[in-house]
């Protein structure tokens, strides 16, 4: 009898201690290592000068060969378009050769990345000490905080919040989702209704940023439209004009755990963190590995959100590899921030038509429109092009011919991919003006670093980008009014640009002011 109590006992403990061990097993397979920093000491980033199809064609077979190892900035694309290239340490001698064997040129833009990364670091530390400091004005500084420096998704989301109750005439905020780790997807309303249109159809405007983790310079960017669509409203005849014509849905970060992750733990992140399919390896390889990165383990992490949007759906420039960095996902609308978007911008679309879609992006200083799937042209490719065209021209004489923007369609003027979001907006919901900004720098520009922005470029990163904004918004309200083309001076030009209130509290409204005519669409 007392035998087999202490056999049972025994089994007991041995059944505990296995399902101790099961569930070891499963978090080791399932989570990364996350108690470090990746760091990028020694890296390079270099810029390669493709001359020849045979370049390009050699660029791109160094990119499949080492998909886990060169991280490719700026794609191959065409001939005389630069590619940025991060290359480890282990590789820089052995690629040396190869490029110079193939005479391809290079040039060593980036010394050492992750001296760059630590001086970010800094640079974010310093500012949050100086906003520790008490304020005669908590409120205006931390618009300040949110407008000049690169801030968490958390903060981004408060601050919403915040101007949202603040300015309930002009603001709503919508959650439209929540990422795989459970960060909340949060969009906002701006828009200005009055009796003159209150009878009257409006259209929507759809600003989206943050759709790839390191790309830090969109959603602060798109933080500064909200802000100026705001406190202008109030004093800029333009900006009343633009709010009273449209709706404004701003999405600053579409990627929330992508940019957290690229924040926290691996600078040069670029998809969402959603754990991806299984690798054909032995089932070992995953228990002995705890970082399980790319391809050299059993589980990789992340889809291309700019790969996974239902229209043209893996057709190209994707990759059906779970470790690449374009890897397009199982399935169109697989990821749980494409889906938002999808639901969320339909509804709208369905409500108040979407007229311009336009989703930010870095780097490269393009203004692209569709298509990117097809170097086919779109039938309206002239309209988008003008806009396109005048929106540039309108960033260059803002930043006093130093900012000059590439334009064409994507397809064309930047690589060929699909399953992209301006490619959906106008593909699938029938947006007229579908268009992706590539933000500064240019793939020419030698003193700023790619993603690596400093947070001193930020200001006139946002300050021109917006110029350009709305310019655009401005030049779809006279289209709509059938005067696109026409020699005239557009309304926004009548309209005084040095109004802005300096803080959102020190805006004042007045309702007999600055009335605005009907738009006609």
């Known amino acids: 009898m007392k035998m087999e109590h202490k056999l049972s006992v025994s089994s007991f403990k041995l059944s ?17 290592d996350v108690t470090h920093q990746k760091s990028f000491t020694g890296e390079q980033v270099w810029r390669i000068q493709p001359a020849t199809k045979q370049h390009i064609k050699y660029l791109r ?23 940025d290239v991060r290359v480890p340490n282990h590789l820089q001698k052995k690629l040396k050769s190869s490029l110079k064997n193939k005479n391809l040129p290079y040039a060593t833009i980036i010394q050492d990345v992750q001296k760059l990364i630590e001086e970010e670091r800094q640079s974010m530390v310093k500012d949050r000490k100086k906003r520790s400091v008490k ?31 603040q300015f309930e005439e002009l603001c709503s905020t919508f959650d439209i989702g929540e990422t795989a780790e459970g960060r909340i997807i949060r969009v906002i309303k701006i828009s200005l209704t009055n009796s003159t249109y209150k009878n009257q159809s409006k259209r929507a405007i759809w600003v989206e940023a943050g759709m790839h983790g390191r790309e830090w310079i969109s959603p602060v960017t798109a933080n500064n439209i909200i802000y100026n669509m705001i406190t202008m409203s109030y004093s800029d005849r333009c900006v009343k004009n633009l709010l ?3 709706d404004w849905y701003i999405l600053p970060v579409a990627n929330p755990d992508g940019y957290e992750y690229s924040r926290s733990r691996d600078r040069m992140w ?6 991806s399919e299984v690798l054909k390896r032995p089932w070992w390889s995953a228990y002995y590995s705890h970082s399980f990165q790319r391809n050299k383990y059993r589980y990789c992490y992340g889809v291309d959100l700019n790969r996974n949007f239902g229209f043209k759906w893996g057709v190209v420039g994707t990759s059906t590899n779970p470790c690449s960095e374009i890897y397009q996902g199982p399935a169109a609308f697989s990821e749980p921030e494409t889906a938002a978007i ?11 038509q979407i007229i311009v879609y336009l989703s930010l992006h870095s780097y490269g200083q393009m203004w692209l429109y569709s298509w990117g799937y097809t170097r086919q042209r779109s039938k309206d490719h002239k309209d988008l092009r003008y806009i396109a065209n005048q929106s540039s021209e309108a960033i260059f004489l803002a ?6 923007y590439t334009v064409g369609p994507a397809a064309r003027t930047l690589y060929a991919s699909s399953g992209c979001s301006d490619d959906w907006a106008k593909g699938s919901l029938g947006v007229k003006y579908a268009f992706t900004l590539e933000l500064p720098p240019s793939d020419t520009d030698y003193q700023l670093n790619g993603f690596l922005l400093p947070a001193s470029a930020i200001p006139s990163i946002r300050e021109t980008t917006w110029t350009g904004v709305k310019t655009m918004a401005e030049l779809t309200l006279a289209a709509g009014r059938k005067q696109i083309g026409k020699k005239q001076n557009h309304l926004c030009r009548l309209c005084s640009h040095n109004s802005s209130a300096k803080s959102l509290e020190e805006t004042s409204w007045n309702k007999s002011s600055c009335l605005s005519k009907q738009p006609k669409f």
């Open 16 to 32: 505990q201690i296995l399902l101790f061990l099961y569930f070891l097993f499963i978090q080791t397979v399932t989570t990364e």
């Open 61 to 83: 077979t160094l990119q499949k060969k080492y998909l886990d190892v060169l991280d490719f900035w700026t794609l191959p694309s065409s001939v005389n378009h630069n590619v």
């Open 135 to 165: 304020s005669e004005n908590p409120s205006a500084e931390f618009n300040d905080f949110i407008l000049d420096s690169f801030v968490s998704h958390q903060e981004i989301n408060q601050w919403l919040t915040n101007i949202s109750s």
């Open 244 to 246: 009273e014509a449209f």
């Open 270 to 275: 670029r998809k969402n963190r959603r754990l």
């Open 342 to 352: 999808r639901d969320f911008a339909s509804a709208v679309n369905n409500d108040t």
């Open 399 to 404: 930043s006093q011919k130093r900012v000059q």
